[in-house]
T-cell receptor, first 112, second 110 residues
């Protein structure tokens, strides 16, 4: 079974802190994605990566950066966390043909 | 810009009462329409991918269909364990990420 794991289920950070969210997949997938999910707005794509060290902006990249140094690991970085970044963050991966994205369990981040 | 609209936002059914969820979409160069199920506090769980108008897929009490403008998720004789939020998403020609609708929150009462 494909497994996508995220480093934390719940995280509480203070405004201005640098925050790292980690995602690991075990299926040797080329593509990895970060989404955020907010009530009334649905899931929105932040960034995706189609290869090691490669990244593309999604629909809402402002305030975020990403890092992919190894194929199985994709990190989302909040350089200076703000309260409007309080959200559920979901990582996903897929093979190159993109026929199906597998999601992790999510990290619920609260910025106070 | 790809767009996905799901209706209704919420639906309450009695156990055994069949119904359909709608997903309307606009996309340039459809490379897949996806249905996911999401339980509270969890990540979305894959159900189906449809690629072309006329295509249908089934899994237990669920059946997904696709036309050129919309997709339906038909639920036949639902059970309480089918209660969840059902998400529709499209993959367009421009990018590999998915564009999601806001979901339909389905409640099946025993």
């Amino acid at each position: 079974d494909v497994k996508v794991t995220q480093s934390s289920r719940y995280l509480v950070k203070r405004t201005g802190e640098k925050v790292f969210l980690e995602c690991v997949q075990d299926m040797d997938h080329e593509n990895m994605f970060w989404y955020r999910q907010d009530p009334g707005l649905g899931l929105r794509l932040i960034y995706f990566s189609y290869d090691v060290k490669m990244k593309e902006k999604g629909d809402i990249p402002e305030g975020y950066s990403v890092s992919r140094e190894k194929k199985e690991r994709f990190s989302l970085i909040l350089e200076s966390a703000s309260t409007n970044q309080t959200s559920m963050y979901l990582c996903a991966s897929s093979s190159l043909d993109g026929t199906r994205q597998y999601f992790g369990p999510g990290t619920r981040l609260t910025v106070t | 810009e790809d767009q996905v609209t799901q209706s209704p936002e919420a639906l309450r059914l009695q156990e055994g009462e069949s119904s359909s969820l709608n997903c309307s979409y606009t996309v340039s160069g459809l490379r897949g329409l996806f249905w996911y199920r999401q339980d509270p506090g969890k990540g979305p769980e894959f159900l189906f991918t449809l690629y072309s108008a006329g295509e249908e897929k089934e899994k237990e009490r669920l059946k997904a269909t696709l036309t050129k403008k919309e997709s339906f998720l038909h639920i036949t004789a639902p059970k309480p364990e089918d209660s969840a939020t059902y998400l529709c998403a499209v993959r367009g020609g421009g990018a590999d990420g998915l564009t999601f609708g806001k979901g339909t929150h389905l409640i099946i009462q025993p």
